[in-house]
Nanobody, 117 residues
């Protein structure tokens, strides 16, 4: 079982930037993909971005062009660089390790991002 620990959240003004990190307790190369999700109060958890081991990257339409997902396999870490932040980006952000079978996905505990003047 892998443990995922997110960090980098905080309070930022609209238009600002943050970089989230997700550190895994073991090699992330063994997973099919790593992903970032977010969940705002009263809303369902939604996919923000994903990066497959083979390199395929996907973004939600709402963050395309503003957020960048990347991975450092040597550090077992996935990043989410967030720019041009908007109040609508306020949410708890979760890291997810997507297993090859899809039957053993793992979530981190999340990190809060608040975008407010």
């Amino acid at each position: 079982q892998v443990q995922l620990v997110e960090s980098g959240g905080g309070l930022v003004q609209p238009g600002g930037s943050l970089r989230l990190s997700c550190v895994a307790s073991r090699n992330i190369f063994s997973f099919a993909a790593m992903a970032w999700y977010r969940q705002a109060l009263g809303k369902q958890r939604e996919l923000v971005a994903s990066i497959a081991t083979r390199g395929t990257i996907n973004y939600a339409d709402s963050v395309e062009g503003r957020f960048t997902i990347s991975r450092d396999n040597a550090k077992n870490t996935v990043y989410l660089q967030m720019g041009s932040l908007e109040p609508e980006d306020t949410a708890r952000y979760y890291c997810k390790a997507v297993s090859v079978t899809g039957l053993a996905d793992t979530w981190g505990q999340g990190t809060q991002v608040t975008v407010s003047p």
